[in-house]
């Protein structure tokens, strides 16, 4: 029987269970695979369980930090106990309210987007007497490396345009209540080729180096981004990344070679240091067939799971039968006995969690889990769309169960004369 079978029966699915001994192999694993004295800001993105951020907080072994993009992530944060001072927050949009509530709650660090997004962050520093410190995001001319999602070499709205920058920062670098101490690179997420992110990392500290060079960019800190993997929903490992500490540190030689005079470095993950921590549990509700199709219905949909489908992205989901240790997101992958569509309980046909999966023999009622579902699960998920309950959240340690919370919707009446 699953580990969490017993767990699943007695508080009802859709469950997400998150191992916390997993997620701190993760972090550790994260960690080893870094040269010594790197930084790592957990994007609490991937998920803001405040439970989950405070275990890549505490615990033994190097701490990470906290980016956050939102008042809601701040909130994670400093509940899950990261002082604000070691919250970096991001964002194409940060609107002057949230800037002042951040700042008053203590963020002094700030990854900046673009001259405007500089000015709103000047203007809310200045309103509150405090200079805040500023990364440039910065969006490399070229992207070297190959990943499903890619966000720099391209029009975005993230970062600043690479070519842009000598004309650009004597402006930005005259905007009170700022000071620019450094840079933020993320070009590339979810590469599980260690040659891909590896190349990233090059290009990234080559661009760095050269704008300090030729441009005065300061450099106190360099955040060179993330891109670490795991699988989404499906079997598998998190990828492993050997060669990426030595590579680093060559890397670092070349272009900062007076190590008295180097960049204190940063990196950023979601996906990767929470994605195999976590497992959903789920009930099939119903099996039917349509013009020779089998349809498995479930009762957890893209409410539940929803991969972020509002970017378009079908995952597709494997599920596996929760009799047969279903919670091991590396275990043997199971005989398929049928390919079917996988479904969930929303009025909706686009509430598809994959189409010809390939699946166990399963019956009404059975336990499935959904692997790998750490990462980007509830809060990724159209959780309030037809109005069913969000999935409940366990967190266990070995045999204990340290939390089991709930995401609730309300409707807040603040009516009145107009
Ligand atoms: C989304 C995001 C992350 C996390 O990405 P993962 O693929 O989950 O590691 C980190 N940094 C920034 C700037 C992001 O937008």
């Known amino acids: 029987m699953s580990r969490h079978s017993g767990l699943a029966e007695r508080v009802g699915t859709p469950l997400y269970v998150y191992d ?14 870094l040269p010594d004295g790197f930084d790592v800001f957990y994007a609490l993105k991937a998920n803001p369980h405040p439970e989950i951020a405070r275990a890549l907080r505490e615990g033994d072994g190097p701490a990470c930090r906290a980016e956050v993009s939102s008042a809601g992530e701040l909130s994670a944060a400093l509940e899950a106990g990261f002082p604000a001072d070691e919250c970096l927050y991001t964002g194409p949009g940060k609107t002057g309210p949230e800037l002042r509530g951040a700042i008053a709650r203590g963020v002094r660090l700030f990854s900046v987007e673009s001259l405007g997004d500089l000015r709103h962050i000047g203007a809310a520093a200045t309103a509150a007497k405090v200079v805040t410190r500023c990364l440039l995001r910065i969006n490399s001319a070229h992207a070297e490396a190959t990943s499903s999602i890619r966000m720099t070499g391209v029009p975005t709205q993230f970062g600043i345009d690479a070519e842009t920058l000598p004309d650009v920062l004597p402006r930005l670098r005259e905007v009170a209540g700022t000071r620019i101490v450094g840079a933020h690179f993320f070009p590339l997420s979810n590469a599980a080729d260690e040659d891909s992110l590896i190349a990233a990392f090059e290009n990234t500290l080559a661009v760095a180096a050269g704008l300090r060079r030729d441009h005065g960019l300061p450099l106190e800190l360099l955040d060179i981004g993330g891109g670490f993997a795991v699988p989404y929903g499906t079997p598998g490992r998190r990828a492993a990344y050997p060669k990426l500490k030595s590579a680093l540190r060559d890397a670092l030689d070349r272009h900062f070679p007076d190590p008295t005079d180097r960049p204190r470095l940063a990196c950023e993950s979601g996906r990767y240091l929470v994605g195999d921590s976590g497992s959903l549990h789920c009930s099939v509700v119903n099996i039917k067939e349509s013009r020779g199709r089998t349809f498995v219905i479930l009762d957890a949909g893209i409410n539940t799971f929803g991969g972020m489908s509002g970017l378009g992205r079908l995952l597709p989901v494997a599920v596996e039968p929760q009799s047969q240790d279903g919670d091991d997101p590396a275990g043997p992958p199971r005989p398929a006995a049928q390919t079917a569509s996988l479904v969930g309980p929303l009025c909706t046909p686009g509430d598809v969690l994959g189409r010809r999966v390939e699946l166990p023999d399963l019956a009404e009622g059975d336990l499935v889990t959904v692997p790998n579902a750490g990462a980007y699960g509830p809060t990724a998920s159209l959780l309030g ?15 204990e169960l340290v939390s089991l919370t709930r995401l609730e919707q309300r409707r807040v009446d603040e009516s009145g004369p107009l």
């Open 385 to 399: 769309f037809l109005g069913r309950p969000a999935p409940a959240e366990a967190l266990v340690r070995g045999e």
């Open 20 to 33: 916390l001994d997993r997620l701190e192999a993760a972090r550790r694993d994260l960690f080893a695979a």
